[in-house]
């Protein structure tokens, strides 16, 4: 080649890598923006899944690619009577992740809340023995699981067994089987499914004590031999807490103990806290006018303050994602959150990134920017 015709290619190289920056259009899509990251989930509730939500599914399949039932899969919903399935939501959801090609996360198999009483007595209404117990529970993730095998990516198997001190939870599973029910809870979904990932999943992990036991529950399913493969740390943030540094701390020391970490219910709470600094569903507060700020808006102060907060966690996340393998937000429009009736009915709350007119929110366009960094 002789030299200006080398001269010319090289310039001409240059020039098209620029324009190609130049023009390399910024993602517009939470889905696109951490793709070489991790995937991007949302909780769908009854009218998503069935459709009657039109405006929610289009931002769903727009933005993103996993999907995780809020409340269909859940043992009141899906297993109602004893030998009595009811799969008609759960089979919509999973043929709406299967048509849009969406990760698929089951939630959840085992926990205390939204679990029938009639789970944990006989016929007679007598407490079960253990072994009634683990041989219905058995069955249940058998019947769940296998229904879906294949289907279902990642299973919560196990979802709150923790205590805020890091000791087991005294649920009417551990009363009655004992604390080997969570590594039996494993194995069952593990045999119904050996490909689907498996999850354990709970809230204020940034909390030394309660992260020090889930940890201990993970070695102890290492150790009993069982694939669990992911901890799920809710994420029901507060617009000032816990700090980001305390969410850093949490992601690496669950990484460290062998695990992939996913954010599987997040939202940031801007509404002032009640003494409640749980995400316990049983929780059930009066309703205060002074609980209520901002009933006809949220104030532009407070918007730009959420904004930045999302994009300090998502930074993190993203600083992280060799480890991190999903967030996953708690619904999809600020109308939909479980916030505006928990732990107070009928509050306006503003915790996610699309807002009640199913308009992206200043919080939007920070996140996207996070995976550009
Ligand atoms: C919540 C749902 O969002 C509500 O619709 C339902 O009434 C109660 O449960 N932790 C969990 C989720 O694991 O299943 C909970 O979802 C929120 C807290």
Same mark, same amino acid.
């Given at each position: ?16 890598? +620029? ?10 899509? #939470?889905?696109? @923006? =951490? ?7 949302? @909780? ?6 069935? /459709? ?10 727009? *933005? ?22 009811? =799969?008609?939501?759960?089979?919509? =959801? ?38 009634? $117990?683990?041989?219905?529970? %058995? ?50 979904? %593990? ?13 204020? +992990? ?6 020090? /036991? ?7 399913? *290492? ?10 740390? *809710? /994420?029901?943030?507060? #617009? ?25 219910? $997040?939202?940031?709470?801007? +509404? ?30 407070? *918007? ?47 915790? #996610? $990134? ?10 939007? @366009? ?5 995976? @550009?960094?």
């Amino acid at each position: 080649m002789r030299l200006h015709h080398y001269m010319f290619f090289v310039s001409a190289v240059c020039l098209g890598n +620029l324009v190609a920056t130049a023009q390399a259009p910024a993602p517009t899509t #939470l889905k696109d @923006a =951490f793709r070489n990251g991790f995937v991007i989930g949302a @909780a769908i509730n009854a009218d998503q899944i069935t /459709g009657k939500d039109a405006r929610g599914d289009a931002i769903l399949v727009q *933005q993103f690619n996993s999907i995780t039932a809020e409340n269909a899969m859940k043992w009141e919903i899906i297993h109602p009577r004893p030998n009595a399935y009811d =799969f008609t939501l759960a089979d919509k =959801f999973v043929e709406l992740g299967l048509k849009n090609h969406m990760f698929i996360v089951g939630h959840n198999l085992c926990w205390h809340s939204q679990t029938p009483d009639w789970v944990f007595k006989d016929r007679k209404g007598r407490p079960l023995t253990r072994e009634a $117990l683990l041989q219905r529970l %058995h069955d249940h993730i058998q019947t769940v699981v296998g229904r879906y095998k294949g289907k279902i990516d990642s299973w919560d198997v196990v979802n709150e067994a923790l205590n805020e001190d890091g000791t087991l939870r005294q649920s009417p599973w551990m009363k009655i089987i004992g604390e080997d029910y969570v590594v039996k809870a494993f194995q069952f979904a %593990h045999e119904a499914d050996p490909n689907a990932q498996l999850n354990y999943n709970d809230y204020n +992990l940034e909390t030394p004590a309660k992260r020090k /036991g889930a940890i201990a529950l993970v070695k102890k399913l *290492q150790a009993a031999g069982v694939p669990i493969a992911v901890v799920g740390n *809710q /994420g029901h943030l507060h #617009l000032d807490s816990p700090s980001v540094a305390d969410e850093e701390t949490t992601i690496t020391e669950l990484a460290a103990a062998g695990v992939k970490v996913a954010i599987t219910e $997040l939202d940031i709470d801007v +509404l002032p806290r009640t003494w409640a600094q749980t995400a316990d569903v049983s929780l059930n507060i009066h309703l205060d006018p002074k609980l209520n700020p901002y009933p006809n808006g949220l104030p532009d102060d407070v *918007q730009q303050r959420l904004a930045k907060r999302y994009a300090d966690f998502f930074a993190v996340c993203w600083r992280h994602r060799d480890v991190i393998n999903r967030v996953t937000l708690w619904g999809v429009t600020d109308g939909d959150s479980w916030l505006n009736d928990w732990p107070v009915q009928g509050r306006t709350s503003y915790p #996610l $990134l699309f807002d009640r007119n199913d308009k992206p929110k200043p919080a939007f @366009a920070a996140v996207l920017k996070t995976a @550009a960094n």
